[in-house]
Structure formats: structure tokens, C-alpha cells
């Protein structure tokens, strides 16, 4: 288990999905917003950094709508002037601490910004950066145009477009991007790559030309980043993740693992609820009892963690990791019925943690635990056979 060498646009490109799959989401916005941007880049003939910074910042451009904004439509957030402004920084605040994104911090920033100075922060003209126009109309020709497309051939009129982009010119686009985007529009390309069928084969073809990896370190920063949203998504899952973290960190280091490991043992705990983005929070936060349809909507979120870290060369142990924690070792667990033969000691870590976390912060249907009343209860798992009896009692010394 040595260092990570994590290519980014995969990483973007599946935490964009991650993103889109979400409750009150567009399925594909984001990643056809960033083949938009990414086309309008080329045919401009920008260097190949900022093709690329444009099509990084596209693909994660809204995720200033997750967290605690997800209560909120898609249209809701590009309609009220002040929902647009706070995903605006929302999104600029999450990626602050990364060093790597800071060019893509200050494009989400300003990617609502208008030509005639009418956006979010009064940025007018040239004030505003090219990239942030690009954003800018690749993601409202995607909502507003592509997405009201009558049909699903994508073979639009040129007319249609022309007089669509002429309503907004040096208004709310610049008259020069506009024209750009017009020359990319003629190409029959264009269109057959956004077809949902060939997206996602597209954006392999198309993805920037000059590759970025990033390691350990950086991941671990990202992974911290999706723990604020993900957390913030319900009142009761306030700083559950950093709980999580904080506890495996200290177990897995107490159990002897190596740093690299500890590492990436807390960077699965980060982002091992990041499947919770498609549940609804009428859901999440049901003061009483699911039922048979609100419980599979649940048991869901496993599934999702793993699809979305899975897509990520370099991240499959992260993703078992994460994505096994409501798995038993008697196989009575989910979303895969996994048992004690395919369960490993990494994915007990986690659920440990997890289990126990969740049984001493407050719940809408029940209050929080001591540490002493949720231990008894996770004996009693163990001694059913859902839990390792013998990696509980070492837990036991690190939590109490």
C-alpha cells in the first residue's frame, strides 16, 4: 500500500458525478457544462493550463449547491439573486484551503458574473475573467437552451441558437464568446458528444491534453473539503464525518498501521458518506420510523459511495473502504450482502467508528448515547456476528 498518484480530472470528473446525482440536481449539468467550456477553450485557442483550470472549475462550478443549500432547486439557485451569490462563495469558501485550486476557487467565484455588471458581484466588462465568461455561458446555454431542447437528437437550429445568443449579447455574455461559441455550434460533433450516451466517452476524448496528478496530501485536503458538504446536508449529521475521521485516525494508528495507511484510512472516512448527497433530507431527517421504500432510498448511499470513488484510478481500496461500512460480518449488512470472508479489517475499521459515532450524536427520532450506552449496544452486535467482537475490544480503548 504505497503513495497515491491521483490523476485530477478524474477525481473532478467523478466528484462532479457525485454532485449531479443529488437531490434537486440536473443528471449531467455539470460534466456538459465542462465539455461546453472545455470546446469554447479550444476554439479560442487558449494555452493548454487554462483550457484546463476551465474545465476543472466547470465540472465542480456548482458545488457550492451541495451541503446545506441542496434544499434548493437547481432553478431556484440561478433565479434568486441572493441563492446565486451564496452558492457563488459557498463553493469559493470549500476549495479555499486548496492550494492547487486556486485559480478554479476564484472562476467559481465569479461564474455568475455579467457582461453589463448585473451579477452577484457587480464584476462588468473585462473585470470579469474570460474563464468566468466561459463558464458562464457553457452553463446557461446547458440549462436554459440544451436542456429545454424539445427531443433528445441534440441537432440544434443554428437559428435557434443564434437568436438565443443574440438576446444575451453584452448583456449577460460577452459579444466575442458569443461569436466563438457560434463557430462551435456549427459542428455536428458538438452535438453527438453531448448525447448521454457518448458523454462520458467524450469527456475522456476531450479532457485536457496536459495531465495533473496529485498525491496523498492533496487528496486528503479534497476529501475534507467533501466532508464539509456532505455533513452539512442535515443538522443532525453536523461534524459526523470529522467524528468518524478523528476516530479512525487514532484507531488505525493505535492498531499499529503505517502513516501512509492512517492517511488513507481518514481520507475513506471523509468521503465515505458521500453517497448521502442522493438522499433526500425529508428522508434523512424523518423524526419517526422508515418505511420499506424510505430504508432502500437509505441502504442507496453505500452503493453511490463506491460507484462515484471507483470511477478514480488509484482510489479502489479507499473505495471498498468506504463504501463496505454498513456491510456485517454474518452477511446481514448491504448494499452487497458481503460477509466475514469478504469483509477485510479496513472496512471494520470504519464501520466501527461510524456505528459508533452515529449512536452518540442525536438523531431525529432518538436522543444521542453515552460512549458507555453505545458500546453496549455494539456488543450486542458482535455477539449476533455483525461486528469483530475481538476489534471491538480494542476499540473500546480508544474511544473511552
Known amino acids: 500500500m504505497g503513495n497515491l498518484n491521483i490523476k485530477l480530472s478524474q477525481l473532478l470528473n467523478s466528484l462532479s458525478f457525485s454532485l449531479e446525482v443529488a437531490e434537486n440536481r440536473y ?3 455539470s460534466r456538459r457544462t465542462a465539455y461546453i467550456a472545455y470546446c469554447i ?3 479560442m485557442e487558449l494555452n493548454d493550463e487554462e483550457a484546463a483550470d476551465i474545465y476543472y472549475a466547470a465540472l465542480i462550478h456548482d458545488i457550492g449547491m451541495a451541503g446545506y443549500l441542496s434544499k434548493y432547486s437547481v432553478d431556484q439557485i440561478h433565479f434568486e439573486e441572493e441563492l446565486k451569490r451564496e452558492h457563488c462563495y459557498y463553493g469559493y469558501k470549500i476549495l479555499d484551503k486548496l492550494s492547487f485550486m486556486g485559480k478554479i476557487k476564484e472562476y467559481i467565484l465569479h ?3 455579467e457582461w453589463q455588471g448585473t451579477g452577484p458581484y457587480g464584476l462588468k466588462g473585462e473585470e470579469i475573467p474570460l474563464a468566468c465568461q466561459i463558464i458562464s455561458l457553457a452553463d446557461y446555454f446547458e440549462l436554459f437552451f440544451l436542456r429545454k431542447m424539445e427531443d433528445d437528437t441534440y441537432i440544434a437550429n443554428l437559428d435557434h441558437i443564434d437568436k438565443w445568443l443574440g438576446k444575451h449579447k453584452d448583456k449577460r455574455f460577452k459579444k466575442e464568446v458569443c461569436e466563438v461559441f457560434y463557430e462551435v455550434a456549427k459542428k455536428e460533433k458538438f452535438w453527438f ?3 448521454p450516451t457518448n458523454l462520458d466517452q467524450a469527456l475522456q476524448i476531450v479532457e485536457p491534453r496536459k495531465s495533473i496528478y496529485i498525491g496523498i496530501k492533496d487528496l486528503h485536503k479534497i476529501s475534507e473539503a467533501f466532508a464539509l458538504l456532505i455533513d452539512a446536508k442535515s443538522k443532525f449529521t453536523y461534524e459526523h464525518t470529522k467524528g468518524i475521521s478523528n476516530i479512525v485516525g487514532n484507531f488505525a494508528t493505535y492498531l499499529g498501521y503505517n502513516p501512509i495507511m492512517v492517511e488513507k484510512l481518514v481520507i475513506a472516512s471523509n468521503l465515505h458518506d458521500i453517497g448521502k448527497f442522493v438522499i433526500p433530507l425529508e428522508i434523512l431527517e424523518k423524526p419517526g420510523k422508515l418505511n420499506d421504500q424510505e430504508f ?5 448511499h453505500a452503493y453511490y459511495t463506491k460507484l462515484i470513488l471507483k470511477y478514480v484510478k488509484g482510489l479502489e481500496d479507499i473505495a471498498e473502504w468506504a463504501g463496505n461500512h454498513h456491510e456485517k460480518l454474518n ?4 448494499p452487497e450482502k458481503l460477509d466475514w470472508q469478504s469483509i477485510k479489517k479496513e ?8 456505528i459508533y459515532q452515529a449512536l452518540t450524536e442525536e438523531r431525529p427520532y432518538r436522543a444521542k448515547m453515552s460512549p458507555k450506552e453505545a458500546l453496549l449496544i455494539m456488543e450486542g452486535m458482535a455477539d449476533r456476528g455483525e461486528i469483530c467482537k475481538d476489534l471491538l475490544s480494542h476499540f473500546r480503548q480508544v474511544v473511552l
Open 296 to 300: 432502500q432510498i437509505i441502504k442507496s
Open 27 to 29: 443528471y449531467n449539468h
Open 331 to 334: 452477511g446481514t449488512g448491504y
Open 347 to 354: 472496512d471494520q475499521i470504519i464501520a466501527l467508528a461510524d
Open 111 to 113: 461564474h455568475h458574473e
Open 193 to 195: 458528444d453531448l448525447r
Open 41 to 43: 477553450a479550444e476554439e
